[in-house]
């Protein structure tokens, strides 16, 4: 695999309008691995982009054995880490976003577990992805500022977002993730993801709160250049065929 992969394709979608898909996987929630394999079978022909293996507690020690599964079945997917914290490593992933918690104040997810983990990636081949992790108030206390302890930036003020975010780009950060944290009451307003992609030309994910079709085409269309779908998809894993519907609808339409 080229060793920028991962990183080309983030920035191709940044670049050339095209939009992506990604399936985040929480380990805590592949109880079953039978029935984990049986819905990595059903989704072989939806069109994801990347599939991202994480969450905010991951208590079950499963991570290497969630990734060797997915990449039985869908080993033409890039696999990426997504951490909550140090101990969610695994050499088997083909990548990390190594998340940055710039919309917080908890210097341990600023700095502190990466520096922990970085000797151990610095031994491995995966493609380490230095990312702007903003979470936004999605209008209830999610997982995430539960464990991080650390507020949300309000999702009606979007000069405090782009303050944040042009601090991250300055800070060298070269990817960005904004989302409203796992079951939000409400995604990431469409008027916070214009205002990123009007000043800030980087890749930028946007998840948390996308239960349908129609707030992912919000997301698509307000800017976003990867949409993640978590707890959704979990619940509904057709919403995966419906996405990679629409994006195979708009690709054909953009030739």
Do not use: C
């Not at 341990?108 to 577990?113: R, T, V």
């Not at 936004?136 to 999702?155: F, K, M």
């Not at 000043?199 to 997301?219: C, E, N």
């Amino acid at each position: 695999m080229n060793p920028n992969a991962i990183a080309q394709s983030l920035q191709s979608f940044a670049l050339t309008g095209n939009k992506g898909l990604a399936w985040l996987i929480d380990p805590d929630d592949v109880r079953d691995l039978i029935a984990f394999q049986e819905l990595l079978i059903s989704l072989t022909e939806a069109p994801i982009d990347f599939i991202l293996v994480g969450g905010s507690l991951v208590q079950q020690r499963n991570l290497d054995q969630v990734i060797r599964s997915i990449k039985s079945v869908l080993s033409d997917i890039p696999v990426l880490i997504f951490p909550g914290n140090a101990i969610q490593f695994s050499e088997l992933a083909d990548g990390i976003l190594f998340l940055s918690l710039i919309s917080g104040r908890n210097p341990d997810l600023l700095i502190g577990q990466h520096v922990t983990v970085a000797p151990l990636l610095a031994k491995t081949t995966l493609e380490v992805l230095p990312t702007g992790y903003m979470l936004i108030d999605g209008g209830n206390h999610s997982s995430v500022q539960y464990i991080s302890q650390t507020l949300p930036l309000p999702a009606d003020k979007p000069e405090l977002m782009l303050a944040t975010a042009l601090a991250g780009k300055y800070l060298g950060l070269q990817y960005f993730y904004m989302e409203a944290g796992s079951g939000a009451h409400q995604p990431v307003p469409a008027s916070l993801i214009k205002s990123f992609k009007k000043h800030i030309q980087a890749p930028l994910l946007v998840g948390g709160g996308l239960r349908d079709l129609t707030a992912v085409k919000t997301a698509y269309q307000a800017g976003a250049d990867v949409v993640v779908i978590g707890n959704a998809a979990a619940s509904n894993p057709g919403l995966l065929h419906e996405i990679g519907d629409f994006l195979t609808t708009i690709r054909i339409s953009s030739n």
